[in-house]
Structures are given as C-alpha cells and as structure tokens.
C-alpha cells in the first residue's frame, strides 16, 4: 500500500509562488506515474501536471507557470506554483499509479488528502 502525504500549501497573493511536496510512502515504483490534481469549491475536479519517466504533462491553464518535478530517492514530487493567479486557488490532490492516461484522475492507484492553495488578488 502507497500513502501520499501533500504539503507545502497556504495563502499567497497573485503573482506568488508556492511550492507543494507529495511524500509518498509504501511501494513506490519508479515506474509509477505521480502528478497533481486540484479541486476549487464548486467545480469539477481538473488534471493540473503529471510526470512519468521524466515526461512531463501539463494542463493548458498551467503550463508555463508550473513546474513538476520528481525525486525518486526519495519518493517526493513537487509542483512549482509561480504567477499565481486567483483562479488557481483550490485543494490541490497528489495522485501515483500505472497509468495510461494522466489525466484521468480514476485511474490512479493512490491519492492524497490534498493541500489548500489560497491566492488572494
């Protein structure tokens, strides 16, 4: 069993930058796609970043101001927030699994609890 723990969230005005850390722990393969959903309150959960075998894979709205990357020794994967907007404020969901498609959210093996992500303009 594989546990996500996220952190790394709080409040930032627009412009900021914040960076998030899943700590996975468990049986973590390499080989394991890890990325990053978020949720803001009354939408629709949406695909934001995922990374596997050092591909990366961004969402449009994110791409250009976030970074994902990963640690493999130590079972972590951070999103870089820069130029925050307030659009972006949302619960933000650290996903691990073999999957096909990254951003099809139900197909990840594991998820986190989430980290609150707050930009105020």
């Known amino acids: 069993q594989v546990q996500l723990v996220e952190s790394g969230g709080g409040a930032v005005q627009a412009g900021g930058s914040l960076r998030l850390s899943c700590a996975a722990s468990?049986?973590?393969?390499?080989?394991?796609?890890m990325g990053w959903f978020r949720q803001a309150p009354g939408k629709e959960r949406e695909f934001v970043a995922a990374?596997?075998?050092?591909?990366?894979f961004y969402a449009d709205s994110v791409r250009g101001r976030f970074t994902i990357s990963r640690d493999n020794a130590k079972n972590t994967v951070y999103l870089q927030l820069n130029s925050l907007k307030a659009e972006d404020t949302a619960v933000y969901f650290c996903?691990?699994?073999?999957?096909?498609?990254?951003?099809?959210?139900?197909?990840?093996?594991?998820r986190g609890q989430g980290t609150q992500v707050t930009v105020s303009s």
């Open positions: 996903v691990a699994g073999t999957v096909v498609r990254p951003v099809d959210y139900n197909s990840y093996n594991y």
């Open positions: 990374i596997r075998s050092g591909t990366t």
């Open positions: 468990g049986r973590v393969f390499s080989s394991y796609t």
